[in-house]
């Protein structure tokens, strides 16, 4: 297959398997995405989906966040790990967007990044999934698969997202990322991963990838 033949047979085969891709953090407007996708750093969707309903009854705004102390915050929140940095951002965040944008998340990735505890990735799923603005956030999954498929050198996550955003279109970007996610979950994953049913890597992937997972298999 040709490079274009290969993104071709993934979209096709996403779209396949997930015509209908449902946003893994839990939320209901975009502050509570903000700060679950900040809770979600080294740790997974599933225990912050069981965190964010115990926070989030205490307060799901801004205005609301700051009368918790920094401490407060924290004792909630340390099942998903790094509480001491993620509290102190989530308090730190909600101060500045009561001070200066009225208590709402803005729609722009400088303004994103300039929150505490908000780096390109946190920023990128809220621009994606709150805004719907294209945007290509690259987790753990993404990089992985995107390193598989042969489709990044697999160095960094900056490249693999600068990657991403030249082979795929821009239309495509915010359900692609999803799509990936899921797919990179249910038959691609980092432990456990059986070839057999991971079609897009057997069709398409990486050969010394390919090799390394069949000479592992022998032993």
């Known amino acids: 297959m040709t490079k274009q033949e290969k993104v071709t047979f993934v ?22 995405l903000l700060i679950a996708v900040l809770l979600s750093a080294q740790s997974t ?9 115990l926070l989030f009854q205490i307060a799901d705004n801004p205005y609301d966040m700051v009368k918790l102390t920094v401490e407060e915050i924290r004792e909630i929140i340390k099942p998903v790990g790094l509480s001491p940095m993620k509290s102190k951002g989530i308090h730190g965040l909600s101060e500045i967007l009561i001070n200066k944008y009225n208590g709402q998340v803005p729609a722009d990735f400088e303004a994103l990044e300039s929150l505490p505890a908000v780096g390109h990735k946190t920023a990128s799923v809220v621009m994606s999934q709150a ?21 990044t050198n697999g ?35 980092a432990r456990g991963w059986d070839l057999e049913k991971d079609i897009i890597t057997t069709n398409i992937g990486r050969k010394t990838v390919i090799n390394d997972y069949l000479k592992k298999k022998k032993r």
């Open 11 to 32: 979209i096709d085969t996403l779209n396949k398997l997930y015509p209908q891709v449902p946003i893994p953090l839990d939320h209901k407007d975009p502050y509570t």
């Open 45 to 53: 969707d599933v225990r912050v989906n069981k965190i964010t309903p």
């Open 131 to 151: 805004f719907n603005i294209a945007a290509f956030p690259v987790d753990t999954h993404i990089h992985r698969l995107m390193y598989r498929w042969g489709f």
């Open 155 to 189: 160095k960094n996550v900056v490249q693999t997202e600068k990657d991403a955003k030249r082979l795929f279109p821009i239309d495509l970007w915010n359900t692609l990322h999803l799509q990936i996610i899921w797919y990179g979950r249910h038959y691609s994953p």
